[in-house]
């Protein structure tokens, strides 16, 4: 009785998709500084999938106590301008890179609860639909960088 256990656990291990743990990599997560509390303070990095399936960045958690909320932009370009709006994922495709940059898609902290200096760090936890929860160290780059210090 007792192999016969170990076979289904081991069966049942085995079905475990084995593509999504360690399928995505977090890299150059940055914020530009910002000399005062209550804005928002956008967060930039390069996600890579060296999956074999796309995947999805579908929920971010960053300290209570660093923003009231981190949500996941997309930036669009119209006739009008450019516009930022909340999207509800951030898709990954398989084998792929996305870089979450100025004039791009991003995550954004809203209304900082206090000033973020230049190189200060935090952590934060972006959940993704396949990978599952990937912690993430964030550095604070000078106030109007344009790219990861």
């Known amino acids: 009785m007792r192999w016969a256990a170990a076979g289904f656990l081991a069966a049942s291990v085995a079905a475990v998709p084995a ?18 509390a209550r804005v928002d303070a956008p967060i930039y990095m390069t996600v890579t999938n ?3 399936a796309p995947d999805s960045l579908v929920r ?11 949500e996941k932009h997309a930036t669009d370009r119209g006739e009008g301008g450019t ?17 979450l940059a100025p004039d791009g898609s991003h995550l954004m902290l809203l209304n900082v ?3 973020l ?3 200060q760090t ?16 964030v550095r ?3 106030g109007g960088a344009k790219e990861a210090p």
């Open 83 to 99: 516009a930022m709006r909340e999207v509800k994922s951030l898709a990954v495709p398989a084998g792929g890179t996305v870089t």
């Open 117 to 119: 200096r230049e190189g």
């Open 140 to 142: 604070v780059a000078p």
């Open 60 to 70: 971010v958690r960053c300290p209570a106590d660093l923003a009231d909320a981190t």
């Open 113 to 115: 609860r206090e000033p």
């Open 50 to 52: 060296h999956g074999d």
């Open 122 to 137: 935090f952590r934060c936890s972006l959940v993704f639909q396949k990978a599952g929860t990937i912690p993430v160290e």
């Open 19 to 36: 593509a999504a743990e360690g399928a995505i990599d977090v890299s150059r997560a940055w914020t530009p500084a910002v000399g005062q």
